[in-house]
T-cell receptor
Framework: QKEVEQDPGPLSVPEGAIVSLNCTYS??????FMWYRQYSRKGPELLMY????GNKEDGRFTAQVDKSSKYISLFIRDSQPSDSATYLC???????????FGTGTSLTVIP | SAVISQKPSRDICQRGTSLTIQCQVD?????MFWYRQQPGQSLTLIAT?????????ESGFVIDKFPISRPNLTFSTLTVSNMSPEDSSIYLC?????????????FGPGTRLTVL
């Protein structure tokens, strides 16, 4: 079983839609959860970071962690064409530990 | 933040040859990481490179196939040796910067390798 599972998509939505991206994981020791965004021909860049369970909001983005279900989500409100990218979830047991990445979900927001 | 550059950005190579990828960071960092990103697969850590010591390789990756150099605190190279088509992938270097509550990884733009 993979450490982190993520639906690769692709996901295509109209501009203004709410997007939900999800990952599941198997290791209950994970405490740090991150979402990276990767534009075509670029390296991933950190979008959201969450420690343990709960929600975190930053503008149009909300990250949600449910440790009891081993499930994390990223919600994008009022999606824009500039949000078109691949979104990777990542997690680690502790700061400084190895990061485990999902396969990434390819998102296209259609104007 | 950290600004990372990689060379080459892409290359097409013949089977059996080797390619060395360079990674330059705009600040001094203790650890640098090399990842492989294959289509449909997770970003996979190849090795961790500390300046002044041997690189630490993850399961499934060996020094003979992926030799790494780390001559100083801002530079590293990864060589993909005796390449085969299965080595076709994007190779990314990254660094870890300590924030107040977490470590943030910054990635280079990647090197897109195609092996014929």
């Amino acid at each position: 079983q993979k450490e982190v599972e993520q639906d690769p998509g692709p996901l295509s939505v109209p501009e203004g839609a709410i997007v939900s991206l999800n990952c599941t994981y198997s290791n209950s020791a994970f405490q740090y959860f991150m979402w990276y965004r990767q534009y075509s021909r670029k390296g991933p860049e950190l979008l959201m970071y969450t420690y343990s369970s709960g929600n975190k909001e930053d503008g149009r983005f909300t990250a949600q962690v449910d440790k009891s279900s081993k499930y994390i989500s990223l919600f994008i409100r009022d999606s824009q064409p500039s949000d078109s990218a691949t979104y990777l979830c990542a997690m680690s047991r502790n700061t400084g530990n190895q990061f485990y990445f999902g396969t990434g979900t390819s998102l296209t927001v259609i104007p | 933040s950290a600004v990372i550059s990689q060379k080459p950005s892409r290359d097409i190579c013949q089977r059996g040859t080797s390619l060395t990828i360079q990674c330059q960071v705009d600040s001094q960092v203790t650890m640098m990481f090399w990842y492989r990103q294959q289509p449909g697969q997770s970003l996979t850590l190849i090795a961790t490179a500390n300046q002044g010591s041997e690189a630490t390789y993850e399961s499934g990756f060996v020094i003979d196939k992926f030799p790494i150099s780390r001559p100083n605190l801002t530079f590293s190279t990864l060589t993909v040796s005796n390449m085969s088509p299965e080595d076709s992938s994007i190779y990314l270097c990254s660094v870890d910067l300590r924030r107040a509550q977490y470590n943030e990884q910054f990635f280079g733009p990647g090197t897109r390798l195609t092996v014929l």
